[in-house]
């Protein structure tokens, strides 16, 4: 008995187009994040 709904083909593609987008952006944010404490390391170094 499996009433689970199944996603279409452009339903998926649709999903893994916009989990793809939002893993780039946290890719940016995290990068962004490491460069900054970076640059604050050899700020505070010098």
Known sequence: MSDDPKMTKEELDVF??????KNWVFLVILGGLAALFFAITILKMS
Request: glycine residues 0%.
């Open 16 to 21: 893994y187009r916009r989990r793809r987008a």
